[in-house]
């Protein structure tokens, strides 16, 4: 089986800071546009929030959350990798980052980033049961997505998914 194909990775310098004044009513109208699942009006005035502050992380961060519902996924990578660069220790923003790279067809970086992310939140559920996912399904690593299953159960014994984790684990001793 060939290897996973990888994420070519921006690594970006963190942006300089600009006009939060100017930024925050095109912020808010892309918020409000969000809401109201208008999702390209909502892309159009993050974007434009961040030509007024290039550093503001909200708007990358929900830039990234509506192009990755629009499956716009090269947008929604770029607009987390700016958002991680600003607030490294986002655990959203690094779960959502790790999710468009999961969609995009990138598990290992997704399996990396949720690394990283539990690295710093190791009680992050989310992140272990998504990891656990990717290790199964896309990385045939069963035995490191059995340690991450059991971490869920152990977090959180009445998880919605612990019927379907508990039989899995029986099939993968």
Same mark, same amino acid.
């Given at each position: 089986?060939?290897?996973?194909?990888?994420?070519?990775?921006?690594?970006?310098?963190?942006?300089?800071?600009?006009?939060?004044?100017?930024?925050?009513?095109?912020?808010?109208? *892309?918020? %409000? +546009?969000?809401?109201?699942?208008? @999702?390209?009006?909502?892309? !159009? /005035? &993050?974007?434009? $929030? =961040?030509?007024? #502050?290039?550093?503001?992380?909200?708007?990358?961060?929900?830039? *990234?959350? %509506? +192009?990755?519902?629009?499956?716009? @996924?090269?947008?929604?990578? !770029? /607009? &987390?990798?700016? $958002? =991680?660069?600003? #607030?490294?220790?986002?655990?959203?923003?690094?779960?959502?980052f790790a999710l468009a790279l999961q969609k995009a067809r990138f598990p290992r970086d997704a399996a990396?980033?949720?690394?990283?992310? =539990?690295?710093?939140?190791?009680?992050?559920?989310?992140?272990?049961?998504?990891?656990?996912?990717?290790?199964?399904?896309?990385?045939?690593?069963?035995?490191?997505?059995?340690?991450?299953?059991?971490?869920?159960?152990?977090?959180?014994?009445?998880?919605?998914?612990?019927?379907?984790?508990?039989?899995?684990?029986?099939?993968?001793?």
């Open positions: 089986k060939p290897a996973p194909r990888r994420h070519r990775y921006l690594m970006p310098a963190p942006p300089a800071a600009g006009n939060r004044a100017e930024a925050q009513p095109f912020f808010e109208e *892309g918020m %409000a +546009a969000h809401q109201k699942r208008k @999702l390209t009006e909502a892309i !159009v /005035a &993050y974007r434009s $929030a =961040l030509r007024h #502050d290039p550093a503001f992380f909200e708007s990358y961060y929900n830039l *990234g959350l %509506a +192009a990755m519902e629009t499956g716009d @996924l090269a947008q929604s990578l !770029v /607009a &987390y990798e700016y $958002a =991680l660069v600003i #607030d490294p220790d986002s655990a959203d923003a690094r779960f959502n990396d980033e949720l690394e990283r992310l =539990l690295a710093g939140h190791p009680d992050e559920a989310r992140a272990h049961l998504t990891l656990a996912n990717v290790c199964a399904r896309e990385l045939a690593e069963p035995q490191r997505a059995r340690e991450h299953y059991l971490r869920v159960l152990q977090l959180n014994p009445k998880h919605p998914q612990a019927a379907a984790i508990g039989y899995w684990l029986m099939g993968n001793p």
